[in-house]
């Protein structure tokens, strides 16, 4: 795998096995009937395709006609050690400057997609902007935004929402 590709660690695969295995779900058969390249790369830590990955996580969501595959998959992963999140967010003022600043390390460490923090008034968006290579990726981005979520509300240690999502997808083309 080129390093300029985008990538993520193979533990999400991993991972992403044992949950399709869970909910009775195929993913040898969708990887090899769709003949998706996982792209791994010989790294000590193990990456593979961005791309393909989320090739297989849509794939996955039509097989389990699940429209929120991509959430429930994210919500079902342990909780893991906060990291730089954690220093973020305990640094910051209010959850609006701890949103700002995950956005921007966000910006600075990935190479799947981009993403900025916006306002308008009183209210905050964070915006995802995935490479046009990724086709529909519906289910990665509501997994990424389910992660922050899920992080944040560990690190407040209250339950805390979001008082509303919206989710802009482009129209379908059929």
Partial sequence: MSPSRPHISASYYTALQRYAAARGLNIEDL??????????????????????????????????????????????????????????????????????????????????FQICYEE????????????YNFGGCTQFVDGQLALIALRARQLVGENCSAVRVDMMRPRPRH
């Fill in 120 to 131: 308008s008034g009183d209210i905050g968006w964070l915006r995802f902007v995935c490479p």
């Fill in 31 to 112: 990887q090899r009937t769709r003949d998706i390249d996982l792209q791994l790369d010989d790294s000590p830590e193990g990456s593979l395709s961005c791309g393909a990955f989320v090739a297989i996580v849509e794939g996955l969501s039509l097989q389990a006609t699940d429209e929120a595959f991509g959430l429930h998959f994210v919500e079902s992963l342990p909780p893991k050690p906060a990291g730089v999140y954690q220093h973020i967010v305990f640094n910051s003022r209010t959850l609006r400057d701890a949103f700002q600043a995950i956005s921007r390390f966000l910006g600075l460490v990935t190479d799947a």
